[in-house]
Structures are given as structure tokens and as C-alpha cells.
T-cell receptor
Framework: GNSVTQMEGPVTLSEEAFLTINCTYTATGYPSLFWYVQYPGEGLQLLLK?????DKGSNKGFEATYRKETTSFHLEKGSVQVSDSAVYFCALRPSNQGGKLIFGQGTELSVKP | ETGVTQTPRHLVMGMTNKKSLKCEQH?????MYWYKQSAKKPLELMFVYNFKEQTENNSVPSRFSPECPNSSHLFLHLHTLQPEDSALYLC??????????????FGNGTRLTVT
């Protein structure tokens, strides 16, 4: 079946540190991959996406590359800020199951000044 | 207003009450979704509507009853809920269910507490 596995949190970093949040997936066919972010008290916001192998999604300094050979979509940022503190969700949308977005369990990031 | 709007933001209800959650999207999308977010658990897809027709019911108990009168509005009617139904209920929309690369846009959710 289709599934998403994220590294467990919480992740605590100092400001300006390098961030990696690991995400691996299991899927048939060619899914689209997404990272969503949820700030406290809010819904999920799309952070970035990639729709085919080797695509790189990027937004607000965050990047993730669709790696089909390792079935991974790791989220990275070179220098985190306190305002990046949030919960990050990796998700996939199967190519043959219209509409269904399958989420990982989320990784909480806390950035300290 | 733009985006996806959910009301109310917070709801406290007893197990014998009947209440409804409302979602409205101003994005011109044709697909709408209900998700449940419980603490320490992945988001759970509940229902999917595409062009007002329900295309997925993810084995949701009948005490949750969705309604989609048009592509811009989605309701979740609640009755005789249990305390374990307390969660954040998120509404989302997308262009349609057929476009795999089309992202979902989420509302801020309704925080439901069942007492």
C-alpha cells in the first residue's frame, strides 16, 4: 500500500542551524510528493511540491528533491529561523487514487534564538 | 475573502448534541475534503467530494454525516459523538481529484471538544 514515514520529533535547533527532516515513502506508480507546514493554531499550508522523479521543490529557503531510487523526499533548509518553528508534514498523492493525500505523522521543529 | 474558511473555530458539545461544521472555499476548486487531526496521529482522510459527488468515505462512523450542496461549500453534521471524537477537523479543497499534482489548500480547522 501507500505510506509515508517521517523522522520522529521533536527536533530542536539553534537559529541559523542546518535543517534536515527525513521523509521516505512507499507507493505504486508515480506519486506526487508534498511538504506541508502547520503553525500553532492554524491549518496546513503547502510549503513545496514535486510531481516527478528528480524534481526539486523549493520555497522560503526550504528545498526537497524527489528521489525515486531511494523513495525519499527529505526537507532541507540551510539556515533556520525562530519563525520556522512549526510541525512539518510530508505527504504523497498516488497517481491512481484520485484525490487521496496520504500524510506522514508530522515532525515538530523548535528553533531557539 | 480568499482561501478556505472554516467555522466555527472552536466547538464544545455534549454527546447528545447535534451540531454542524461549515467550510467554504473561494478558490474555484471542484474537490473538497474533510480530514481529522488527532494528537500524536497522522491526519486521517474522512470524506472526499468531487463536483459535489462523494467519491470517498474512509470507513467513517455514521455519527459523522457530510453534505456538499455545491462545489464551494462543505458541511460536516455531527450527532451523538463520543469523547474520542475530540480533534481538529480540517477542510481542504483542490482543483479536482484527478490531477495528482494539484495541491490541497487547507482551512484553519475547527477544534472540537466532546464532553
Amino acid at each position: 500500500g501507500n505510506s509515508v514515514t517521517q523522522m520522529e520529533g521533536p527536533v530542536t535547533l539553534s537559529e541559523e542551524a542546518f535543517l534536515t527532516i527525513n521523509c521516505t515513502y512507499t507507493a505504486t506508480g508515480y506519486p506526487s510528493l508534498f511538504w506541508y507546514v502547520q503553525y500553532p493554531g492554524e491549518g496546513l499550508q503547502l510549503l513545496l511540491k514535486a510531481t516527478k522523479a528528480d524534481d526539486k521543490g523549493s520555497n522560503k529557503g526550504f528545498e526537497a528533491t524527489y528521489r525515486k531510487e531511494t523513495t525519499s523526499f527529505h526537507l532541507e533548509k540551510g539556515s533556520v529561523q525562530v519563525s520556522d518553528s512549526a510541525v512539518y508534514f510530508c505527504a504523497l498523492r498516488p497517481s491512481n487514487q484520485g484525490g487521496k493525500l496520504i500524510f506522514g505523522q508530522g515532525t515538530e521543529l523548535s528553533v531557539k534564538p | 475573502e480568499t482561501g478556505v474558511t472554516q467555522t466555527p473555530r472552536h466547538l464544545v458539545m455534549g454527546m447528545t448534541n447535534k451540531k454542524s461544521l461549515k467550510c467554504e472555499q473561494h478558490l474555484g476548486h471542484n474537490a473538497m475534503y474533510w480530514y481529522k487531526q488527532s494528537a500524536k496521529k497522522p491526519l486521517e482522510l474522512m470524506f472526499v467530494y468531487n463536483f459535489k459527488e462523494q467519491t470517498e468515505n474512509n470507513s467513517v462512523p455514521s455519527r459523522f454525516s457530510p453534505e456538499c450542496p455545491n462545489s464551494s461549500h462543505l458541511f460536516l453534521h455531527l450527532h451523538t459523538l463520543q469523547p474520542e471524537d475530540s480533534a481538529l477537523y480540517l477542510c481542504a479543497s483542490s482543483q479536482d481529484v484527478q490531477r495528482g499534482g494539484s495541491p490541497l489548500h487547507f482551512g484553519n480547522g475547527t477544534r472540537l471538544t466532546v464532553t
